[in-house]
C-alpha cells in the first residue's frame, strides 16, 4: 500500500550521503587519474599514426588584388 501522509519512513534521512554516488566518485576519480598519466603517451601515438591515415593538407594564401589560380 502506497504512503499518502506525507510522512517519511525509512530509507536515508535528509542530509545524509548516498554510499554509492561516494563509492562511484571515488572509482571514477581513479580512472581518470589512471588515464591522465596515460595520455601524453597516448597522443604522442596518434600524432604519430595521423599521417597514415589524414592526407597532407598544403598552405593556401591568397593576398589582395591578386588573381585565383586554382590549379
Known sequence: MAN????????REKGTPNRM???LRSVLKDIVYQELEQIQK???LLIKLMP??????????????EPLDWN
Not at 4 to 11: E, S
Not at 52 to 65: A, E, M, P, R
Open 4 to 11: 499518502t501522509t506525507g510522512k517519511k519512513y525509512g530509507g
Open 42 to 44: 597516448r597522443l604522442e
Open 52 to 65: 597514415y591515415v589524414l592526407s597532407k593538407t598544403t598552405s593556401v594564401s591568397h593576398l589582395i588584388n
Open 21 to 23: 554516488t561516494k563509492e
